[in-house]
């Protein structure tokens, strides 16, 4: 997560506080590790995927906080993930480009404009949400995000991008289903909207929080997820 921290402000007693200034954004990494590195967040899809729940757990844990990590519930989220998540399984076809070549220069690029209607809120397809570049560098459009194979810089993730809160939150979004993208059409046009065309982010997120017959509030069920 990125973001200016101010600690300043942190000079009491009481609980530890800090100031963040300016925007809140966040930010993802390579493909794989940097040599000698261990793997971890979105890397733990592609590198070392043999002992990837071991790699899970180290990458989470501190000193004796491996005891309270249950070893059979991280593999039980994985094969959801694998099974059902079109961003995970879009990492995983990075892996499997790697298997067949380690030699390989691969990028990933995670598509910006969607092709589909975005007011029915269909589960993306993999062909939507991101694309294999194997060799010579492609043209990029605006809103995409391109990862690189190897590289210690990290880069921020536009939040226009219809796969940011998919990425940032994945067991909120457990089909890698879209987020928030800027040309939503609205249904209605009136004095309310301003004479504006799309959904704004806030009135995408009242959609998402509200409760609907026939429908399982994931994300108001998630309790401590959804804070």
Same mark, same amino acid.
């Given at each position: 997560?990125?973001?200016?921290?101010? &600690?300043?402000?942190?000079?009491?007693?009481?609980?530890?506080?800090?100031?963040?200034?300016?925007?809140? %954004?966040?930010?993802?990494?390579?493909?794989?590790?940097?040599?000698?590195?261990?793997?971890?967040?979105?890397?733990?899809?592609?590198?070392?995927?043999?002992?990837?729940?071991?790699? =899970? &757990?180290?990458? &989470?844990?501190?000193?004796?906080?491996?005891?309270?990590?249950?070893?059979?519930?991280? @593999?039980?989220?994985?094969?959801?993930?694998?099974?059902?998540?079109? #961003?995970?399984?879009?990492? =995983?076809?990075?892996?499997?480009?790697?298997?067949?070549?380690?030699?390989?220069?691969?990028?990933?690029? $995670?598509?910006?404009?969607?092709?589909?209607?975005?007011? =029915? %809120? @269909?589960?993306?397809?993999?062909?939507?949400?991101?694309? $294999?570049?194997?060799?010579?560098?492609?043209?990029?459009?605006?809103?995409?995000?391109?990862?690189?194979?190897?590289?210690?810089? #990290?880069?921020?993730?536009?939040?226009?991008?219809?796969?940011?809160?998919?990425?940032?939150?994945?067991?909120?979004?457990? %089909?890698?289903?879209?987020? %928030? /993208?800027?040309?939503?059409?609205? @249904?209605? &046009?009136?004095? #309310?909207?301003?004479?504006?065309?799309?959904?704004?982010?806030?009135?995408?997120?009242?959609?998402?929080?509200?409760?609907?017959?026939?429908?399982?509030?994931?994300?108001?069920?998630? /309790?401590?997820?959804?804070?």
């Amino acid at each position: 997560m990125g973001g200016k921290v101010d &600690i300043s402000v942190n000079k009491t007693k009481g609980l530890r506080t800090f100031r963040l200034s300016g925007q809140n %954004y966040y930010q993802i990494g390579s493909l794989l590790p940097p040599e000698g590195s261990s793997p971890k967040f979105a890397q733990l899809y592609i590198y070392d995927t043999e002992n990837e729940v071991e790699n =899970r &757990i180290h990458a &989470i844990s501190r000193g004796e906080m491996n005891n309270e990590l249950h070893a059979e519930i991280m @593999n039980d989220l994985k094969q959801m993930l694998d099974d059902n998540n079109v #961003l995970a399984k879009s990492f =995983r076809m990075v892996r499997d480009q790697f298997q067949v070549d380690r030699t390989s220069n691969v990028r990933l690029r $995670l598509i910006g404009k969607r092709g589909s209607e975005g007011r =029915r %809120y @269909n589960l993306p397809t993999v062909s939507e949400v991101a694309a $294999l570049i194997v060799g010579d560098f492609e043209q990029i459009r605006s809103g995409d995000i391109i990862v690189e194979s190897q590289s210690r810089q #990290l880069q921020r993730i536009n939040e226009l991008n219809a796969a940011y809160l998919g990425l940032k939150y994945p067991l909120l979004f457990s %089909y890698g289903e879209d987020g %928030y /993208r800027e040309d939503i059409p609205l @249904n209605d &046009i009136d004095d #309310l909207t301003d004479g504006r065309k799309c959904v704004s982010t806030r009135e995408y997120l009242s959609y998402k929080i509200q409760e609907r017959k026939d429908e399982v509030p994931t994300i108001m069920s998630a /309790r401590r997820l959804f804070h």
